[in-house]
């Protein structure tokens, strides 16, 4: 891994250790609080991971794009996703006797910088000083927060600038990231970084779609038989909680 032990030695935000990891093979990465909304009410956490990827000039280490992971959920932690999916490092495997944090061979930062921010306040490490509400944990409002955010992350790393931006992330960011996306294409001339692109994997765009494709390909796989996908279909509205949904089906002596 790359130390950049000289590079950032005054920079007080950047992780100095971790549970389970000698402190000398820590990755280069910085945390931290980006304020938002009004009177600065909403905290919002990153991670902010510093690419492994050499370049021999500063043209080439420019080219080294910024992705930024968004979790899903909605409101699930992108600290998910650093430790347990494409960070640089993993959490113990399950049974395993050594708590280490084991090192992630594939992580996201061989290829480029990448920004975990927890969203909306609320989830993961963020936080809302007052009572929680949904006129600020919608997602219009937490689009304007995470590129609030996203401005001051790059103010305060300003070695950020002039890199193409992806916007990433899984399941429910199938809407988080398009509309991140938005908010920052709609702002590109104020900044100094440019939108490349959106990442989605197993994206949720609707959630009536989302919810019966679940039980078609259960269908589809003899996981549910034809008989109770049959009234499902006419019974179940794919559009609320699968739990309610799936409970009021067996309650009504459909074999389950």
Not at 61 to 69: A, E, G, M, R, T
Not at 91 to 117: C, E, I, M, W
Not at 175 to 184: G, V
Not at 211 to 236: D, I, P, R, Y
């Amino acid at each position: 891994m790359t130390s950049n032990v000289a590079k950032f030695a005054r920079e007080t935000s950047r992780v100095q250790g971790l549970p389970g990891r000698p402190t000398e093979n820590v990755p280069t990465m910085f945390s931290g609080y980006a304020d938002v909304g009004p009177n600065n009410v909403r905290s919002l956490f990153y991670l902010l991971v510093h690419s492994t990827k050499t370049t021999t000039s500063v043209i080439q280490n420019k080219n080294i794009p910024i992705v930024i992971w968004l979790q899903g959920g909605n409101g699930c932690s992108s600290m998910i996703g650093s430790f347990t999916e494409n960070g640089p490092l993993l959490s113990p495997r399950g049974g395993s006797a050594s708590n280490d944090l084991r090192t992630n061979k594939f992580g996201l930062q061989r290829r480029a910088h990448v920004l975990y921010l927890d969203r909306p306040a609320g989830a993961g490490f963020s936080y809302v000083q007052g009572q929680m509400n949904d006129t600020w944990a919608n997602d219009k409002q937490t689009a304007k927060d995470s590129v609030n955010a996203f401005v001051q992350i790059i103010q305060k790393y300003p070695w950020l600038c002039g890199r193409g931006v992806w916007v990433a992330g899984e399941s429910y960011a199938g809407h988080f990231t398009i509309q991140l996306a938005t908010a920052i294409a709609e702002m590109e001339n104020d900044l100094c970084v440019t939108l490349n692109g959106v990442m989605v994997g197993n994206g949720v765009v609707s959630i009536n779609e989302t919810n019966f494709a679940w039980f078609e390909a259960g269908a589809t796989h003899t996981l549910v038989e034809e008989q109770v996908f049959s009234q499902m279909k006419m019974e179940c509205d794919f559009t609320k909680d699968l739990g309610i949904d799936v409970l009021r089906v067996c309650q009504m002596n459909v074999q389950c």
